[in-house]
């Protein structure tokens, strides 16, 4: 695995108002703190969930949108940099009232009732993300987690 070190930066943590687009509410707070990478987790009941999930074929395929309120089991991701912005990319496991979960990446669309939401910022090299083209998949592009061995090379 390629891979770089970084050390644990600020902290945020705070609530998220009802009505508010998870997905954006996140990345505005990034981009308005100069949060270039960090960690996120969130919990909480959303009122809409707006999910993608991988498909070979249509790796582009437009998010599912599920209109009824869901409890977060689990929802992490990462902020890190994509066309020279702050960008949050979610994944998570949600509950409906009929209890059987669903999950996938998050997407825009994915509305707010009640969010806790804690970033924590990772101070270190840059990282960015770029399509990558054999997976046609927004990834950290490679060169920026090459860390250089003790004798200067790659």
């Given at each position: 695995m390629i891979r770089k070190p970084y050390i644990q930066g600020r902290v945020f943590v705070g609530r998220l108002p009802g009505g508010v687009d998870l997905v954006a509410a996140i990345t505005h707070i990034a981009n308005e703190e100069g949060i270039k990478l960090a960690s996120v987790s969130a919990y909480g009941i959303l009122n809409r969930v707006a999910?993608?999930?991988f498909d070979a074929e249509n790796p582009l395929a437009a998010p599912v949108q599920h209109d009824e309120p869901m409890e977060i089991a689990s929802l992490s991701g990462t902020i890190s940099q994509f066309k020279g912005r702050s960008m949050a990319r979610l994944n998570g496991v949600f509950?409906?009232?009929s209890g059987m979960p669903i999950?996938?990446?998050?997407?825009l669309g994915t509305?707010?009732?009640a969010c806790e939401v804690v970033i924590s910022e990772l101070e270190g090299a840059t990282l960015s993300r770029d399509f990558d083209m054999e997976t046609g998949l927004p990834l950290?592009?490679?060169s920026s987690l090459l860390i250089e061995r003790p004798n200067g090379s790659a």
């Open positions: 999910l993608t999930q509950v409906p009232k999950g996938g990446s998050v997407a509305m707010v009732h950290w592009k490679e």
